[in-house]
């Protein structure tokens, strides 16, 4: 993992490429009190999905961009958070805002607990590990000891909640607000967290877990609190998503998940803060248009069977991965230096 | 005199005139002169993906509307189809394309039942058509409090209860061994079940055993009823599964009395790979004609299905049971489409929808009809149930149904 550079999370400042790109993020649904476009909200809504992506793409890449424990898991994570919420709307009657603190402590705890046998576990074992908790976490969700609570296979139905009379926002302007700030309040803590002490010894336990335990860093602590932190900003995701869908159910929470918070990671770009966000709209975006450009490719070449639109989706990946094997993000830092420091990456 | 003539003729033109353009242009979102948008989700990705056949054969259904026929009343039907993985947050984000963006008229069998519970609310919230939802679930018929959302196939619960009722009637001490798929389908079929054992019986239960989607096998889950004591088995499998609990069962020696489901009750993709001799006697219900079984074949409806597969669907697997519901689900549609004329308004597609008198679907069983009313909502609601004998099904007794109309 030599080759990860932290220009990320070491560089001063916020940069203002980084500042405009989130005032535009806030900006952008301002529009909503000018246009008359029906399909406003639905944008809106596609914008809270980012969102909520890019903060569980966020929590992984705290572990495994910045950390190096690898994990498959995460969409159990995504899980908890979100019947937590789930269950304490539905059940205990809370507002939903005040559910997400709660979600994101519960994910902490879980995940800081699962940190302990994953410190025996290393590389592709830790996978495998985190493996079995994507695998089983839908199935325990339907355990009937717990259906109670769970509601089982047919899941929970939540309240949409409306937004408040002063802000004079639609329902999905005012939630992607709410996603955007706790987006943002995620961005913050884990830049923070990377810029100090904590950050530095994260980033050395990846690089060389010895070497770091030997100049004194407690590499069990570290390890399992980042752990924590990667499975609570996670579990806030998930939390959101119950929110916004206003629905939790087993299904929403397979495999399939966790695989695409981890394609969203490395195509946005591993140990980088900005990925994260490319990554999350990737996930969003692309997933739909792969299935367009099935459906243009068998109308415009009048063929007779359906083109796959998940081969076109692994096609996108596999192209990606060729020519930018960094990630977006990573791939535009390198066309970047390319272009200003031409002389130097030549010689 | 001559000028007051034609201006009365003129006004009187004008009236027929504009009496008829009211009645050709009511429209509602998503259609057109020559065009009705219909939105749909299917599983064409993930777990549930062989689900997904359903909806490639319906497009292949309009496809063929739209070439022979020119549609419905001159206006093509587009359907967009859309992936959703079978997950319900992406069903919620999909729908709401189709709706807001795409401006489809309505939703049409849109698959599964959690996804579907997940976009319940919503599609009524915004007054849009969700019918014939492709889901056993019996949650789809409640006008009352989701006015917008139509069911269509005999639902779980009642099929699970027609069971028991029949179980009741003809063993007063059954011993009885539950072998359920873990998932909605399972669930419901139980609890449908457990209704018609009603709360004292159930203690005719001796061993209720269930297995993932993803197991290999349900041998274990066997051996496990059978050292219960069970004899007599509710069979809530998918056709795999199925297959592999008949011969297991033969295998064993073991002869219970076996109710089996009719998701799992195909003669070509479960009873024939099952061996039809370990078949014999096991019990079913239907409603649809079991297009595998060569005894239909004659039917005209059946013919007419197959020459469709042959040419607007040759890819298809004619032994998957998908192709033929879904044929008729697709052809059922139409019709209620046909039924609204020139208002093709949102508001009388429901009217039309909840307004079916006896209507004939191809592929059903002799003496099933559709038909639904402003306060009944579940378009079929009849089974019969029918016996393995020799190579296939025997109907026997009577329509059994649990809502009245």
Not at chain 1, 203 to 232: N, P, W
Not at chain 1, 248 to 276: K, N, R, Y
Not at chain 2, 14 to 29: C, H, N, V
Not at chain 2, 371 to 378: E, I, L, R, W
Request: glycine share 10%; proline share 4%.
């Amino acid at each position: 993992m030599a080759a990860i550079d932290n220009s990320w999370a070491t560089k001063g400042g916020l940069g203002w490429i980084a500042t405009t790109f989130w005032v535009l993020l806030a900006v952008g649904p301002l529009a909503g009190f000018f246009t008359q476009d029906p399909s406003f909200e639905y944008y809106m809504f596609m914008g809270q999905s980012m969102l909520i992506n890019t903060i569980a793409i966020l929590g992984l890449n705290l572990l495994i961009g910045f950390n190096g424990q690898i994990s498959l898991g995460h969409s159990a994570f995504f899980a908890i958070g979100a019947y937590t919420t789930a269950i304490l709307m539905n059940f205990a009657g809370w507002p939903y805002y005040a559910t997400i603190p709660v979600a994101a402590i519960i994910c902490f705890g879980a995940g800081f607990l699962f940190g302990f046998p994953a410190l025996k576990l290393e590389g592709h074992y830790l996978a495998l590990a985190t493996f079995t908790l994507a695998i089983a976490v839908p199935q325990l969700l339907k355990y009937k000891a717990i259906a109670g609570w769970t509601g089982g296979v047919g899941g929970l139905i939540l309240d949409k909640p409306d937004a408040p009379e002063f802000t004079r926002l639609g329902t999905d302007q005012y939630l992607y607000y709410l996603c955007l700030i706790l987006a943002m309040l995620s961005f913050w803590i884990v830049r923070n967290m990377l810029r100090g002490r904590s950050g530095r010894a994260m980033m050395a336990i990846r690089d060389h877990a010895m070497a770091a335990g030997t100049m004194g860093i407690d590499t069990a602590k570290y390890k399992t609190l980042t752990f924590g932190v990667s499975a609570g900003i996670t579990g806030v995701g998930g939390a959101l998503s119950a929110i916004t869908v206003a629905y939790v159910a087993p299904d929403s929470f397979t495999l399939q998940l966790a695989v695409s918070f981890l394609v969203g990671l490395v195509v946005g770009g591993i140990a980088s803060l900005p990925g994260c966000l490319v990554g999350g709209a990737f996930i969003v975006l692309i997933q739909n248009s792969s299935q367009s450009i099935s459906d243009w490719m068998k109308v415009t070449f009048s063929l007779r069977y359906d083109v796959p639109a998940w081969a076109i989706y692994g096609i996108l990946l596999i192209l990606l991965m060729y020519f930018m094997p960094r990630g977006i993000m990573g791939g535009i830092e390198t066309l970047w230096l390319k272009l200003t420091h031409r002389k130097e990456t030549q010689a | 005199m001559k000028l007051a003539r034609r201006s009365a003729l003129l006004g009187a033109g004008l009236t027929i005139l504009s009496r008829e353009g009211r009645a050709e242009k009511k429209y509602g979102p998503g259609v057109t002169d020559t065009e009705i948008k219909v939105g749909q989700t299917q599983p064409y990705s993930g777990n549930a993906s062989a689900y997904g056949v359903a909806g490639r054969n319906q497009a292949a259904y309009f496809r063929m509307i739209n070439e022979t026929q020119g549609g419905v009343n001159g206006r093509k039907i587009n359907l967009i189809s859309l992936d959703d993985g079978y997950s319900p947050p992406k069903t919620v984000e999909l729908v709401r394309q189709l709706v807001e963006r795409d401006q489809v008229f309505c939703l049409f069998y849109t698959l599964g039942t959690q996804t579907n519970t997940a976009i319940h609310k919503y599609v009524n919230q915004k007054k849009i058509p969700h019918l014939i939802v492709a889901s056993g679930a019996s949650k789809w018929g409640n006008p009352k409090q989701f006015p917008w959302t139509m069911g269509w196939q005999p639902d779980y619960h009642t099929e699970g209860l027609i069971y028991a009722k029949h179980l009741l009637a003809t063993n007063k001490s059954p011993k009885i061994g539950i072998l359920r798929q873990n998932d909605d389908m399972g669930n419901d079929y139980v609890e449908g079940f457990h209704e018609g054992l009603t709360e004292t019986l159930k203690k005719f239960i001796v061993s209720d055993v269930t297995y993932e989607a993803t197991d290999p096998t349900v041998d274990s889950q066997i051996l496990q009823m059978r050292n219960a004591g069970a004899d007599v088995i509710f069979n809530v499998t998918t056709p795999k599964f199925a297959a592999q609990a008949i011969k297991k069962i033969a295998e064993i020696g073991w002869k219970p009395t076996h109710y089996l489901v009719s998701v799992a009750a195909s003669v070509g993709a479960v009873m024939r790979p099952a061996g039809v001799e370990n078949g014999q006697g096991i019990l079913t219900a239907q409603y649809l004609k079991d297009v595998t079984d060569p005894r239909w074949d004659d039917f005209p409806d059946v013919k007419e299905w197959r020459a469709f597969m042959a040419k607007w669907n040759p890819t298809a697997n004619v032994l998957e049971g998908s192709n033929a519901s879904s044929y008729a689900a697709a052809y059922a549609f139409v019709r209620i489409l046909k039924s609204c004329g020139d208002e093709l308004t949102r508001e009388n597609l429901m009217r039309q929808a909840a307004n079916i008198k006896n209507m004939e679907v191809p592929l059903m069983l002799p003496g099933i009809k559709v038909n639904t009313s402003p306060d009944n909502f579940y378009p079929l609601q009849s089974m019969q149930l029918a016996r393995f004998e020799g190579d296939h099904w025997v109907l026997f007794g009577d329509m059994l149904s649990r809502h009245k109309g």
